[in-house]
């Protein structure tokens, strides 16, 4: 085969912003495989605020994205040459794919052949891929909640924050979700079904609010945010709380800033804070994969999507997703 | 019977030092025991840094200590009379006493009869009594530490600090104590075999100590203090690192301190977090007592008291161990 790939590459770090051009559009010629690699082309590539912290080179989690290398990133494709066994050209499969239109990956790179269903392949990067497993492990392995609990959720309508919201449903708990627009809130009531809903760009007071909409206070708090939100929520944990930091969108990474000491509310409360990295889940990926998919099946996880068009449009999407303007998982269709 | 008691009472709250004049010797006659009940001569009655709390009236796990009623205080002594017929006479019991020489105590006051053994009364409060069960509990039902792993403790020379450092020599973990001179360092590394101490009166940048005495990192971190001790160690965490929180006497409870925010750190080390409040673990205090008294008789954990004699020196003593500046346990002998 004689294909030309494109592929969005990192070009600059974040300073602290991410910015589009950070990023530049090269295309080569695919190489030929090696012994065990399988040539994906990639039908969607996932878009996820972890990206910011890849591109940095703060202390992290993984090892951060290298320059003129293809972005990191989840993606869906199809197998269209092989030369693995395990892997044959027309095997549909998820994994760490980049921002490219092709893909020469080894089974390291891949966490699961795609069944053959009738679900959308997008809905794999969504509620059925990394975030769909994030919110299981975290929400149903951290906090573990019990029928009726009251659970929290941050960037409720985000793809995490959803799938949280959604999963708490199903365990009968009542949930919370906050969110930064009006736009958002409707879709967190209708679309995710949240008990209630809380705009912090319209109520100020999240801990007063919360006091008010759930005076029996919190069990279970699954955070993508920090900051204030983290502050005003740990404010209303109940006796035996426990806390997911999943993410920290609303702070930044480096230098550190500073915030109310937590730990009297920690010993008060005898609560539980605990840091989600889901890569440490990728052993139960197709575990929890088919668990979520019997719940998307029976219409209980909604799957919304934001998707842009073009390989050249991931960077656009990535700063369309830390500003907070998107509405549904943000993807792009290759 | 017509016995003179003696109590220690609570005169005025903390605003915010804990001073001796907060309270008041009082003397009165020993009432009819009612039905249930039971009177104990008390022998030793505890003074614990949890004490800072429980006279004060800031949100706290239990009701604030009222005025003119004996200091709530763990205590051990013999049942002289009694009208409950599962307590008799001449039984020694271990339980909610108070500062004062005669206590009318209820079932639901008392945690355990001390079984008959020749372990001294005295080791009942301490490495047997509440601060060793509240150790057992942090290291190995929050902390869980495996065979190899790093321990640090804060207040290392302290009571529930050393049982912690003991235990954790028990299951072969190499233990790093934190300590407020240089004489209780000594005392650290030779009565309670830290492999490692830390004055940190003598040594101020404690992370970068860390970092020369544990380049491998901390496993399990039992914390007693708070603030800027709590900072330096969490830059050393491994990932996966279990954090408790058994005290915050290094910090103000009122008003809550600001400090570096740590859920970045609790997400890159997937680490975790959590409050211990002993109170429990009282379902399980026997269950735990006959583990550590296993282990004391067979020479594994020193007790080490320092006991002040008559119950009017009680809040003086309460000030000195606030202040640090006992060393062992710190006890009063009725």
Aim: proline letters at 4%; aromatic letters at 8%; glycine letters at 8%.
């Amino acid at each position: 085969m004689n294909l030309t790939n494109t592929k969005i590459v990192l070009k600059r770090r974040p300073n602290p912003e991410v910015l589009e051009d950070l990023f530049d559009k090269i295309t080569d010629t695919v190489r030929e495989l090696n012994e065990e690699e399988f040539l994906v082309e990639v039908s969607y590539v996932s878009i996820d605020p972890a990206m910011r912290g890849w591109i940095s080179t703060v202390g992290n989690y993984s090892e951060p994205v290298a320059f003129n290398e293809p972005m990191r990133s989840f993606g869906v494709g199809k197998i269209i040459s092989t030369k693995n066994i395990k892997f044959e050209v027309g095997d549909f499969v998820v994994g760490w794919l980049g921002w490219q239109k092709y893909s020469i990956v080894k089974p390291k790179n891949i966490q699961m052949k795609i069944p053959e269903n009738d679900v959308p392949l997008s809905a794999n990067l969504g509620v059925l891929g990394l975030n769909g497993i994030t919110a299981h492990a975290g929400l149903l392995d951290i906090c573990k909640p019990n029928k009726g609990d009251t659970v929290v959720v941050t960037t409720a309508a985000g793809s995490v924050g959803s799938a949280v919201g959604q999963i708490a449903k199903i365990f009968d708990c009542k949930t919370i979700g906050i969110t930064s627009s009006n736009e958002k809130k409707f879709f967190c009531l209708n679309e995710f079904k949240y008990d209630h809903v809380i705009n912090y760009n319209e109520i100020k007071d999240i801990s007063s609010e919360l006091k008010k909409i759930a005076p029996q206070g919190i069990d279970c708090f699954f955070d993508n945010v920090g900051g204030e939100q983290f502050d005003a929520i740990m404010e209303n944990i109940n006796i035996n709380a426990r806390v997911v930091v999943c993410g920290t969108i609303g702070m930044p990474s480096h230098p550190i800033p500073n915030g109310p000491r937590i730990n009297r509310t920690l010993l008060v409360k005898r609560a539980r804070i605990q840091g989600l990295l889901i890569l440490d889940y990728f052993n139960k990926y197709s575990e929890i994969y088919n668990e979520l998919l019997d719940w998307y099946k029976k219409g209980k996880l909604n799957n919304k999507e934001d998707i842009s068009h073009g390989i050249e449009t991931a960077p656009k999407s990535l700063v369309k997703l830390l500003n907070g303007s998107n509405l549904g998982k943000q993807l792009v269709k290759v």
